[in-house]
């Protein structure tokens, strides 16, 4: 079990195998959530979404209250490129010559 940070309400189904219940996540609330929740695609990108923090320490979990006590921000929004930082290019077309007639 581990404890996570929910700006919005998710809705995790256990993996077939797994005798559970769906873990329904308070918005804007703290969740105790089973292990199993960290292979879940929904968790993966709820987090890269910054819209699920993991809280790996009682000291995060006192930073988010106090920011939700300030109508703060409890969670930073998720980390955009650096200008330094390279950017995927998008594939180049395949130029196919026609033989000539």
């Given amino acids: 079990m581990f404890t996570i940070f929910t700006k919005v309400k998710f809705v995790f189904f256990p993996p077939k195998g797994v005798e559970s219940k769906p873990v329904v996540t308070l918005v ?3 969740t105790e959530v089973p292990n199993w929740v960290k292979a879940d695609a929904l968790f993966k990108l709820g987090v890269q979404a910054g819209e699920i923090s993991v809280m790996s ?10 920011a939700l006590a300030n109508n703060e921000e409890p969670i930073p929004p998720p980390a955009e490129p650096s200008d ?7 594939a180049a ?8 007639k």
């Fill in 84 to 90: 330094g930082a390279e950017t995927p290019k998008p």
């Fill in 93 to 100: 077309k395949k130029i196919v010559k026609k033989p000539a």
């Fill in 28 to 30: 804007k609330g703290f």
């Fill in 57 to 66: 320490s009682k000291e995060k979990v006192l930073r988010t209250e106090a």
